[in-house]
């Protein structure tokens, strides 16, 4: 994999030749709680910047994922339907949760790398 | 309902920070909503050991004065002059139009005095109405005292230590005793189905009483968030949701609170605020009540969800809902229409525009664990 880049509402994307994988970050888990339940796309749907595509029901409450870039789901973590827990466990590999074939001349100007990110989680706790 | 600048700590509060509390407001307090383990842990650990919960921001009353069971029972469906010294009443005060203010544990301390534990989030408005209706009556807020319970079945073995006349209280009952020198007030009560304590203790000797119940091993903090998935599962109302002003005792299921002597034909039938449209309910049946919920799948419904029948008509909505952890599956209190009300009854609620399938069940969910004598 490549390296991560994130977004604001604490999502992470691994872009490799046009294809993203997201998923949530480790400090997006741990305000989620215990995750019991992932509402996750439908291969094949069409997604907008911005629109819902996922729901993360932790024991405590409903948080709803909504894609950073547009394009096309190509893929979900079908493990996260059985064991949903992996969210909390492995958020960052093993608790990915879906890929996007991104639309031509996507812009991840507005995400930050590692770094960046770790500073915006800082100044907003 | 408080700016932040107003909102308070309990004596706990670094307790709870201590044991790595995520503090959240609460009815204008800063309680812990989980703590290290989360809610998942904290839940299973009250069911299998005990776990201790700051419930100080509920408000603890005493009403004292002459006729005070007769002059409360104005104000609650309940017979107060049955009650035996140290003796409890699960209540709700009922409004003019028989809805429910509020709902509440009292307990009798004498004659003429009573106990009430009330809502953190009713109890100033719960003050005011005590004093608009009992104006002959001594009403004292204890402002001074904290409130804790231990819940769960290795709680009658530290009470037994460390307290045992209180270990010898049947649910529902209460005593003044001493826990290692410290002067509590102790009720064999609680709000998550299992056998369990609730003290009460003076500010100052609060975190020290603590300190004796957090030696044990088996003894851990639990936040509201699992007080509140252990309550749901214990098919428990909580105030403001699974019941309100705009919903009689009858129809929230709590008929059973309604003392025999209160109901029609009973020696003190009727009298209470409310009572003409309770009585009625009780007579006459209601057209929506209150039912629990197991749900297929693992996606939890939540409060606000529409309850739908097979024809996608709206029969119902969902008032509390959640993970349940005992059950490791979703479990759900909402109201529906009377006719859809039988147990068994499959119906779905809708999440997102999804269908949810749903089977109606008997609460509570979880068996309640109660200690009403060997």
């Known amino acids: ?125 | 309902m408080s700016n932040a600048a107003d909102v308070k700590q309990t004596k706990f509060y670094h307790y709870h920070v201590e044991a790595g509390g995520k503090m959240v407001p609460f009815a204008g307090y800063l309680m812990p909503l989980q703590y290290t383990g989360g809610i998942m842990q904290e839940h299973l650990h009250t069911r299998e050991k005990a776990g201790l919960f700051d419930v100080s921001h509920m408000g603890q009353l005493v009403i004292e004065g002459k006729g005070a069971a007769a002059a409360l029972e104005r104000l609650v469906p309940v017979d107060l002059g049955a009650l035996a010294i140290g003796q409890q009443s699960y209540a709700t005060f009922t409004s003019e139009l028989g809805g429910i203010l509020d709902d509440l544990i009292i307990t009798r301390w004498a004659d003429n005095c009573f106990f009430l534990v009330v809502n953190a989030s009713c109890k100033e408005q719960d003050i005011k109405h005590l004093r608009e209706h009992l104006d002959n009556l001594d009403i004292t807020y204890l402002s001074g005292q904290s409130l804790v319970a231990l819940q769960g079945p290795k709680a009658k073995i530290i009470i037994g230590e460390l307290a045992p006349a209180a270990n010898e209280l049947l649910f529902m009952n209460g005593c003044r005793t001493s826990i290692g020198g410290i002067d509590c007030y102790v009720t064999r009560s609680g709000y998550t189905g299992e056998d369990g304590f609730e003290i009460s203790v003076a500010d100052e000797n609060a975190t020290a009483l603590a300190d004796q119940l957090l030696a044990y091993d088996d003894v851990q903090w639990v936040g509201l968030g699992a007080r509140d998935s252990l309550r749901l599962e214990a098919g428990l109302c909580l105030y403001g949701h699974d019941m309100d002003r705009g919903k009689s005792p009858v129809e929230a299921g709590l008929s059973w609170s309604i003392s025999q002597s209160r109901r029609e034909g009973g020696s003190k039938s009727g009298g209470f605020l409310g009572s003409d449209q309770i009585l009625k309910h009780l007579a006459d049946g209601v057209s929506t009540k209150r039912v629990g919920f197991v749900i297929d799948g693992r996606a939890p419904v939540r409060e606000g969800a529409e309850i739908v029948d097979d024809q996608g008509n709206v029969v119902g909505v969902i008032t509390s809902g959640g993970f349940g952890p005992t059950l490791q599956m979703p479990v759900a209190m909402g109201y529906v229409k009377t006719d859809f009300s039988a147990v068994g009854t499959k119906l779905d609620a809708l999440v997102r525009g999804k269908s949810r399938a749903m089977t109606l069940v008997k609460m509570p969910m979880v068996p309640q664990r109660y200690y009403r004598g060997d």
């Open chain 1, 1 to 125: 994999m490549g390296e991560k880049i994130y977004t604001r509402d604490h999502e992470w994307l691994d872009i490799t030749d046009g294809v993203a994988t997201i998923g949530v970050t480790e400090f997006a888990q741990e305000q989620l709680g215990d995750v019991v339940f992932v509402d996750l796309p439908e291969v094949g749907a069409l997604l907008t910047e911005g629109d819902e595509v996922a729901v993360i029901e932790s024991v405590k409450a409903a948080g709803e994922v909504n894609t950073p870039l547009s394009g096309t789901v190509v893929g979900v973590n079908e493990a996260l339907v059985e064991e949903p827990e992996l969210l909390n466990s492995s958020p960052q590999k093993d608790g990915w949760m879906f890929k996007l074939a991104l639309d031509e001349g996507y812009d991840i100007s507005k995400l930050m790398n590692e770094s960046d990110y770790q500073d915006y989680i800082s100044a907003n706790t």
